[in-house]
């Protein structure tokens, strides 16, 4: 082995020739004038031992040999390793030698007489640099590919599949090697046809695109850009990223956009009317105009409707936000708390579970003060008619909060999930959205129907319990 000058590029180079002084020769310089290191050997047998046992970055072999030619030598040197950089030293008028040589993949060639009388070492040691060069950052990208998550791909302008990575194999459950030769067509449908499509396109304009698309539900932003346009098979490479997750924060962006709009709307709209009661009483009152007591209970009363507004507004800006991190609380805990805190007057609670179950427990508890909050306001046609029975139980996947009050008509038209519908003029007509909100957050679904005792029973499926 010839090892380099210090200080320069440590490339390692096997030289194959059947004469010793040749090989000998070419690899000295190489070791002394270029900074490589060598390695000679006058028999192909005897490299490929060599190869076999040693990292070597590039192999420079002649091609009239004895025994095993150079392009024999190319066949058992690609079975061991398919991408080592190869040149090959050909003799003059050795074309046809040659285009044989390109075709059975050596990665140069070279003059061999040229090299050996106009001494141009020089120019192989710059044919190695490249060559070698060329191969590792091939080798980096070839990485890149086969480790990326992105789907990618190469396809000639007819929509054949040249080439594969790993995540296109497993997105459509087809192997690398299956996927070769097959259409995109044939492979994604329709959406294939209309890739090919723009495929073909760029290769025309010479020109890379980008467009979205997407297949079974998931989002994918597709990167096109034209490959061997001067070939006898131009191609382009397809880059397909999974975007489903950042389209879906987007649209979740959009949705509470629109619920702030929707609290805006509500705000402006039902805070008004409180508002013009509150200053038409102040007016009276600074004119000492009618009864004073009916004028402070007009403005207690609006300002009672304000508060409660601004409290729903508040708790539907906070409760619609997702529950990531739930925690397992005791149903039944949360259910009679929350009735502590509800203004239930001489209504009762029943409680019928001692499940255990994952959720926000302050925003479990949301959801069971506004339905109590409902059976209690409006439960009962009369102040005077029998105090309502609410009762919470547990279904198969989840619970449900009834009451035994005079229920609600639901064939009517309208959404009692809507921000602001209400049966009462007192309510905010919030109580059900937060409950609808807050049901979402965690990824639980609201349904609403009639209790066994003819009132209003709120059913929560979806909910995920703990032995």
């Not at 070791?31 to 490929?48: M, N, Q």
């Not at 060559?131 to 396809?155: C, F, G, H, M, N």
């Not at 409680?351 to 909050?373: E, H, K, P, T």
Request: aromatic share 6%.
């Amino acid at each position: 082995m010839t090892t380099p000058s210090s200080g320069r590029e440590q490339l390692s180079v096997l030289v194959v020739d059947d004469s010793e002084f040749f090989a000998e020769m070419t690899a000295e310089t190489l070791a002394e004038d270029h900074g490589f290191g060598t390695h000679a050997a006058s028999d192909p047998k005897a490299a490929l031992d060599y190869f076999s046992d040693n990292d070597v970055d590039c192999i420079v072999s002649d091609y009239e040999m004895p025994g095993m030619d150079g392009l024999e030598f190319l066949d058992a040197v690609r079975e061991r390793e398919p991408d080592i950089p190869f040149i090959l030293l050909t003799g003059r008028g050795d074309e046809e030698v040659a285009s044989e040589a390109i075709a059975a993949g050596v990665t140069d060639y070279l003059l061999k007489l040229e090299v050996v009388e106009d001494k141009q070492y020089g120019r192989l040691a710059n044919r190695i640099r490249n060559v070698v060069s060329k191969r590792r950052t091939q080798a980096k990208y070839e990485l890149l590919v086969d480790t990326s998550p992105d789907l990618i791909a190469q396809v000639a302008e007819d929509g054949t599949i040249l080439a594969a990575n790993p995540a296109m194999a497993e997105f459509t459950d087809i192997s690398r090697a299956e996927l070769v030769g097959q259409t995109l067509a044939a492979v994604l449908g329709t959406i294939g046809e209309e890739r090919t499509a723009v495929g073909r396109s760029v290769i025309e304009d010479g020109d890379p695109t980008h467009a979205e698309d997407q297949i079974d539900g998931r989002s994918f932003h597709n990167i096109y850009v034209p490959i061997d346009v001067h070939s006898h098979r131009p191609s382009f490479q397809l880059v397909s990223r999974d975007i489903t997750e950042r389209v879906e924060r987007e649209r979740e962006l959009k949705r509470q956009n629109e619920r702030l709009e929707e609290f805006a709307s509500v705000v402006s709209h039902d805070m008004r009317n409180p508002l013009n009661v509150a200053q038409s009483a102040l007016q009276l009152l600074e004119k000492d105009r009618g009864d004073d007591a009916e004028l402070r209970a007009r403005l207690t009363r609006s300002l009672d409707r304000m508060e409660s507004l601004i409290d729903d507004v508040l708790t539907l800006a906070r409760e619609g936000e997702t529950v990531d991190d739930p925690s397992v609380v005791d149903l039944g805990t949360i259910a009679r708390e929350s009735w502590i805190v509800t203004d239930s007057g001489e209504a009762e609670l029943v409680v019928d579970s001692s499940a255990r179950i994952q959720a926000d427990d302050g925003r479990l508890g949301s959801i069971f003060s506004n339905l109590y909050g409902n059976a209690v306001d409006h439960g009962r046609p009369s102040s005077d008619a029998e105090p309502v029975t609410v009762t919470v139980s547990v279904t198969d996947d989840g619970f449900v909060v009834a009451d035994d009050g005079c229920g609600m008509d639901l064939s009517t038209d309208g959404d009692p999930f809507e921000m602001g519908y209400s049966s009462d003029t007192e309510g905010t007509g919030m109580g059900l959205t937060i409950v609808e909100r807050v049901a979402e957050a965690h990824g639980w679904s609201v349904a609403l129907g009639e209790s066994e005792d003819g009132g209003l029973a709120v059913e929560i499926s979806g909910v995920t319990f703990v032995e």
